[in-house]
Every structure is written in C-alpha cells, then in structure tokens.
C-alpha cells in the first residue's frame, strides 16, 4: 500500500509530503497518525535544522475528506472526536515545534488544508495556487485553527472576509494580503522553499529555535513577561559555544576594519 505521507531529509532539511494526490490529499485517520509521529521525528532530531512541508499532485491539501461526509461518517461525535483525535493534534504539537517551517503550497489549499498551512511559519506559494477557507460553504466553521490563525496573519478584516465568504483567494491577492511570503513558478516551488529555509538555517539552531519561540509567545504576553523571559533565553545563549564563535569572528572582522 502506498504511503499517505512522506518523510524526506535533504542534508539538515526534513521534508513531509502529502500522498493522498487521488483523494487530493485530504486528511485520513492513518495520514494524520503518521504525519503527528514524523512532526516528533524531527522535533527530536539534532541533524534536522528546518521543516518544509509539501505534496504530491495537482492539490495541496483539501482537508477533511467529502467522501467521508457523503457517506455519514463524520457526523456528531465522530467529526468532534475525529478533529480532538487526529486534526488537532498536529496543531498542537505544531505549537511547541521551534524548529522553522515553510509551507510549499503546490496547488489548492482548501479549508482545514489552508489551516495546516496557516500553522507553518511561512508560505511559499506556486503561481497554480489558491486559497479559500471553505467552510461556510458547507455550513460549517472553521474546524481546524482558520479563526484562530488568519486574523493574526492577515488582519481581522480580510480574515472575516474570508471566512464569511469562502471566496478564493489567487496567489497575487494571497501575496498582497500577507497570506504569503512569496509567489513562484510552480516547477521551482520547492528548490525555492529550500534557499528560503537556507536563509534561515543558516543560522545557530538553539537561538533560532529561542527566537521563534519569543516571537510566538511575545503575541499573548505582557511587556513584563516578554522582557522576563527574553532575558532568560539570552543569558542562555550567551553559555553557547555558536555565540562565543560568532563575537570572536566579528572581532576579528572588526579589527581588520580599524
């Protein structure tokens, strides 16, 4: 049986790819375990710096699968205990993962699809691309972090206009509107994502991983408590070995200067 999702590692980038192109890769029991245990993976792993996460075929992600709703099996307690169960928990451990993220979108991102994107901490969209928070179009909320997600992403207006309307969004407006970082030919997307990531990684782990972190936590603290705990991640930092490397090599580079 083929793989519903795959791990890949290209030097310290772990890359998860979604498989399920037939059934345009919405979410199954079976694709969220794995996709759960790979985020753990690489979370864990000391080689892997950054994270891209993409998919095989013409969609990137249409989230829950309308087949299994056509056919009753997800309704009542099954839809709450399948997204408590499966959907949601890739959110959360989403939450406490420091390691960067990049979004590869190959083609439609399609209501909890585009969640699963929004949870990433960057975009890279393919010029065949679009975006819709769907869900209202079949009479229902956003199930998988949309509410939660768009409004910090692109600002509450346009958050509301997209989860009221289901319209979809093209690749130009997503960019325009923030939902993206970039827009780029399709066949490039992922050799882009990676010299994305590469700007990125190229940097210390542990301060990247820190910086990301105080970046998140600093959007729900006050002023005390950022200050609180941003000083406690630098009196870290400075105990590194990537910290001491990096003033010696800039004391050099500045003496050369004098």
Known sequence: MEREIILERKDNIGIIILNRPKAKNSFSE????????ILRELKDDPKIKGVILTANGKVFCSGGDIQDMLDGKMSGWDMKNFLSNYVHKIGIEM?????????AING???????DMALMCDFRVASENAIFSEAYIKLGLVAGDGGAFFLPKIVGLPRALEMLLTGKIISPEKALEWGLVNKVVKHDYLLEESIKFLNEI?????EALK?????????????LKDYFAEVSSHMGMLTSN??????VEKLSKALSKKG
Not at 30 to 37: P, V
Not at 241 to 246: A, K, L, Q, V, Y
Request: net charge positive; proline share 6%.
């Open 201 to 205: 990684i190229q940097w210390p782990l």
């Open 108 to 114: 439609p991102a399609i209501g909890a699809g585009l």
């Open 30 to 37: 079976s694709m969220l375990t794995e996709w759960l245990k």
């Open 95 to 103: 939450e406490t993962f420091y390691k960067p993220i990049i979004a």
């Open 241 to 246: 070995r990537e910290f001491i490397e990096s």
């Open 210 to 222: 820190l910086m990301k972190k105080t970046i998140y936590s600093s959007q729900n603290q006050s």
